[in-house]
């Protein structure tokens, strides 16, 4: 299920999404009243707004969608293969998740130490480095058991305000330097 509104705008650069992912909204902000409150009552997200936010882009910041340079954004069939997303968890956003397109391995992960978060990573912020664990979408909410290991390293320096620059290395590394395997993304 989905909705549109044509007077919406989303993202930094809505030209790289299909029309109706540039003016989504949440569909069940338009129900009836009475029906919105039933429908709520399923909804697991403990936080507004309780239909959910996708749009995570600031410009000048970390936070949002990053697409491989070289690719056209969400244009192709293949296009979930080469983003790579800073954005908040779709149950509660308190959590950090960084999604990997699949050049990257595919994968949604939560921040060990849910920091620092990506609305304050900024080209002056320097070289970030993040522990990534791997995680099925809503497992806290669903009882499955979170297990704390660490199975990515993500290092990630804004270059401009439009361009970042990372490298995924295996395991929890520490104070991880970049390499010819690094990567360039843009909005």
């Known amino acids: 299920m989905g909705a549109y509104d044509r007077n919406v705008l989303s993202y930094i650069h809505p030209e790289k999404y299909p029309i109706p992912t540039q003016q989504a909204i949440s569909p069940l902000d338009n129900f009836a009243p009475e029906l919105k409150e039933i429908v709520y ?26 697409f491989l340079e070289g690719t056209d954004g969400w244009s192709s069939d293949e296009s979930y293969k080469n983003y790579l997303s800073f954005a908040y968890d779709v149950y509660d956003p308190t959590y950090l998740r ?36 791997g995680v099925m979408e809503g497992d806290e909410f669903f009882g499955r058991s979170l297990a704390q290991i660490v199975t990515k390293t993500l290092l990630v320096q804004m270059l401009n305000d439009e361009k970042i620059k990372i490298e995924l290395f295996e395991g929890e590394v520490q104070n991880p330097n970049f390499t010819v395997n690094a990567k360039i993304f843009t909005r």
């Open 41 to 66: 009552r399923k909804v697991k997200r403990i936080a507004e707004p309780r239909g959910g936010k996708y749009d995570f882009d600031i410009y000048g910041r970390l936070s949002g969608n990053w």
């Open 98 to 133: 960084v999604g990997l397109g699949e050049k990257l391995g595919g994968t949604l992960n939560r921040v060990k130490n849910n920091s620092p978060d990506f609305k304050d990573i900024r080209v002056s912020s320097g070289k970030i480095v993040y522990h990534l664990i």
